[in-house]
């Protein structure tokens, strides 16, 4: 099946196979793979960012991974952890993409390399969605030398899935973070060959 087909498929089971209801913001596909971004309803009525992969075999869905975080109002960057690019690029290289995005995140994420932010990330025009953050690389690096002094740390130890179309990439990835162990999803918006904009959502292992 093609990837507009894949997509079609959860969107139409989305909110049964979740057992939440789900405003969808953002769809990627590529081969059997399918990753939706959501505002989600959690059971308590609150509302919260989620994160769903699903694989996809002859029309019908095998499998499901997904984490839910709670919606924050108020944000270190004035972003919501929803808004922004919503529409992909088709005519983007989703190969490209995902070169660029998978290097971002083994440099920065994995390795903990962060001595040339710039040449990942858009400078101080990278948006970000996570609430944690400021915007730009200076949010960035704001964020983990805090971390940083008080002897905690943000590493990833293993990239899981990715999956890219146009000019998105989404990966789930496990790590560690202030001593926790989490799963984290990241999305990446791609141009002119570095990362422009990022949401993300960390959940529990």
């Known amino acids: 099946m093609s990837n507009e ?6 969107l139409a089971a989305i909110d049964d196979t979740t057992g939440r209801k789900n405003q969808v913001h953002r769809v990627l596909a590529q081969g059997d793979f399918v990753v939706t971004h959501a505002t989600t309803t959690l059971p308590d009525g609150g509302q919260a960012a989620a994160f769903d992969l699903w694989q996809i075999a002859d029309g019908r869905i095998t499998g499901h991974w997904g984490d839910q975080e709670p919606i924050v109002e108020q944000t270190a960057n004035g972003h919501t952890q929803v808004d922004g690019v ?24 994995v390795d903990n390399d962060f001595s040339d932010l710039d040449h990942y990330l858009a400078g101080e025009s990278y948006i970000q969605h996570n609430p944690r953050f400021a915007d730009g690389i200076s949010g960035l690096a704001a964020a983990v030398g805090e971390l940083a002094k008080s002897g905690q740390s943000l590493k990833y ?16 990835s496990v790590g560690v973070l202030a001593g926790a162990d989490l799963v984290f999803h990241d999305l990446f918006r791609v141009a002119d060959g570095r990362a422009v904009e990022h949401w993300d959502v960390i959940a529990p292992r």
Do not use: H, P
Request: no cysteine; net charge negative.
């Open 157 to 172: 130890s293993d990239v899981l899935d990715v999956v890219a179309d146009g000019n998105f990439a989404y990966f789930r």
């Open 86 to 109: 919503a529409v992909i690029d088709a005519t983007a290289d989703a190969d490209a993409t995902r070169r660029v995005a998978e290097e971002t995140v083994r440099t920065i994420l």
């Open 5 to 10: 087909a894949n997509k079609q498929v959860v």
